[in-house]
């Protein structure tokens, strides 16, 4: 098995598509427009499936916002530098929640940005192969 994506319901879709493209570097991979049952889907990412897996957004025609519930958490993100990303983050007006520092009661390095939504997206400092730089 391997995730495929994640989908997020979002009440302005190029407003999404410009914070997870411009603020946290994912590409724009392919968008599916339904007229017939009003809505939209963006899918983004650092790759495409099925090596990578993708985020989906979903715009419901005439859906500007949505109760964002106790039971969300957040999706995660390897980066190689919390605090750098971070900093290009702010410098790119995206909203950073909680700075880059120690997870509590252990030592990965994280942070946390939001999203123009509310939804909470974690950055947790990992090396790996091929670094996406923000």
Do not use: W
């Not at 790119?92 to 509310?118: C, L, S, Y």
Request: hydrophobic share 40%; charged share 20%; with cysteine.
């Amino acid at each position: 098995m391997r995730l495929l994506h994640t989908m997020l319901r979002v009440g302005n879709l190029q407003r999404s598509i410009d914070f997870y493209t411009e603020v946290l570097g994912m590409k724009l991979l392919r968008t599916s427009d339904n007229p017939e049952y009003q809505y939209t889907l963006a899918f983004l990412g650092f790759g495409s499936n099925p090596d990578h897996a993708e985020l989906e957004l979903t715009y419901n025609y005439g859906v500007e916002s949505y109760e964002m519930g106790t039971a969300y958490g957040h999706i995660a993100i390897s980066v190689p530098d919390a605090a750098a990303a971070c900093a290009a983050v702010k410098a790119r007006g995206g909203n950073v929640t909680r700075e880059a520092g120690p997870v509590k009661g252990g030592k990965t390095v994280i942070a946390f940005v939001q999203d123009p939504d509310g939804y909470k997206v974690e950055l947790i400092e990992r090396e790996f192969d091929t670094p996406v730089t923000l």
